[in-house]
Structures are given as structure tokens and as C-alpha cells.
Antibody, heavy 119, light 108 residues
Framework: QVQLVESGGGVAQPGRSLRLSCAAS????????MHWVRQAPGKGLEWVAK????????DYVDSVKGRFTISRDNSKNTLFLQMNSLRADDTAVYYC????????????WGQGTMVTVSS | DIQMTQSPSSLSASVGDRVTITCRAS??????LNWYQQKPGKAPKLLIY???SLQSGVPSRFSGSGSGTDFTLIISSLQPEDFATYYC??????????FGLGTKLEIK
């Protein structure tokens, strides 16, 4: 079945780095744009970053520009989020999500991985 | 950036009730409006796309309407499994892909 599985979350000190991964299966990964969406504890959903299916374009929410980098390896069906210079307000559950251009919506989501930034 | 405003922020209702949740965009977004359901500790799930199209596998008691700036999610007869938080999201002027703050639907 179509599935996204995130990994790489954990606890990091402010200023340090973490790298999240999202393994896709059950569909043609290289054909779809992919996104990261996060949710701080008790808060709503916030879009974080997007990468085109062919990596030609990447976009970020202003609060992570210059600190986070989205990438993908289409040969391994895997999406990444490199998070540098982490701050306390980056603490959240991070979801990877497939963007389906037909409905213009996030139609498949991973289960999420928790990132806690704390000293 | 387009802002999405949901109302109410929380709602208490009973099984069998008809429930309406609204979402307003800060500028016209045609019908590029999606609705998601999220249960505690779980990932969001796409319910409605393009304002009124039901995602495959979603029960027909869910429906959506609207265009331009004002949109509505209706649950025609609440079931126990519908108690969750609902989010609207616009895909018209992107990035960013903005979400509403959510509507928490609780059991009365």
C-alpha cells in the first residue's frame, strides 16, 4: 500500500542539527512533489518546505529559510530534511506529505517524527 | 500570504447532530480549498479537496461547499469516530501552503 515512514527525530540542543528522512513505498515516488509539514505541541499545522519531483525547485517557510534544506533521492524513494541551527520554536512533530497535483492537496501523510529542541 | 480563518475554534456536539465548520480566506482562492481531519496522535487525513470533492474512502456524510473566499465543511450526522480536529488549507497562492488554525470537535 502507499506509505510514508519518517525517521530521524529526537532531542537536540539549540544550535545543533538533525536530519529527518521519509521513506516512500507503494507508488512512483519520483513522479510527485513532496513536502514537510510540522505541528508544534498543542498547535495547528504549519507547512515547512517543498521540493519538486525532479528537485528543480525548493521552497521554504520564512522561519526556516537559510537553516533547513529539503532534498530527495529518487533512486532510494527517500525524502530528507536537514535542519541546522535548531531553535526551541522548531520543536514539533514533523510530517512528510505527498502533494497530489490532481486534487492540489496533501493526499498521503507519514505518521510523523518528533523533534525536541531543548538544552 | 493568504490567511485562513476557521470558525468556530471548538465545537461541542452530539452523535447524530449536523455540524458546520467554516473557513474564510483573506483573498479569493477560487476552489483551491482542502479539508483535513486529524485525530489525537495521528497524521492528518484528506477529507475534501477542491472545496467540494470527496476524497476516496471518505464517508458521504462529509461534504464541502464554497468558492472565492468562504467555504463550509458539513458533517450531516455525527458519528463517534468523527470527533477530531478539522483543518482547512489553501492551494491557490503557493507557497506558503497555509492552513487554518483548526476546529476541535468534541463530544457534548
Amino acid at each position: 500500500q502507499v506509505q510514508l515512514v519518517e525517521s530521524g527525530g529526537g532531542v537536540a540542543q539549540p544550535g545543533r542539527s538533525l536530519r529527518l528522512s521519509c521513506a516512500a513505498s507503494g507508488y512512483t515516488f519520483r513522479s510527485y512533489d513532496m513536502h514537510w509539514v510540522r505541528q508544534a505541541p498543542g498547535k495547528g499545522l504549519e507547512w515547512v518546505a517543498k521540493i519538486w519531483f525532479d528537485e528543480r525547485q525548493k521552497d521554504y517557510v520564512d522561519s526556516v529559510k537559510g537553516r533547513f534544506t529539503i532534498s530527495r533521492d529518487n533512486s532510494k524513494n527517500t525524502l530528507f530534511l536537514q535542519m541546522n541551527s535548531l531553535r526551541a520554536d522548531d520543536t514539533a512533530v514533523y510530517y512528510c506529505a505527498r502533494y497530489n497535483p490532481g486534487p492540489h492537496a496533501f493526499d498521503i501523510w507519514g505518521q510523523g517524527t518528533m523533534v525536541t529542541v531543548s538544552s | 500570504d493568504i490567511q485562513m480563518t476557521q470558525s468556530p475554534s471548538s465545537l461541542s456536539a452530539s452523535v447524530g447532530d449536523r455540524v458546520t465548520i467554516t473557513c474564510r480566506a483573506s483573498q479569493k482562492i477560487n476552489n483551491y480549498l482542502n479539508w483535513y481531519q486529524q485525530k489525537p496522535g495521528k497524521a492528518p487525513k484528506l477529507l475534501i479537496y477542491a472545496a467540494s470533492s470527496l476524497q476516496s474512502g471518505v464517508p458521504s456524510r462529509f461534504s464541502g461547499s464554497g468558492s472565492g473566499t468562504d467555504f463550509t465543511l458539513i458533517i450531516s450526522s455525527l458519528q463517534p469516530e468523527d470527533f477530531a480536529t478539522y483543518y482547512c488549507q489553501q492551494s491557490y497562492s503557493i507557497p506558503p501552503y497555509t492552513f487554518g488554525l483548526g476546529t476541535k470537535l468534541e463530544i457534548k
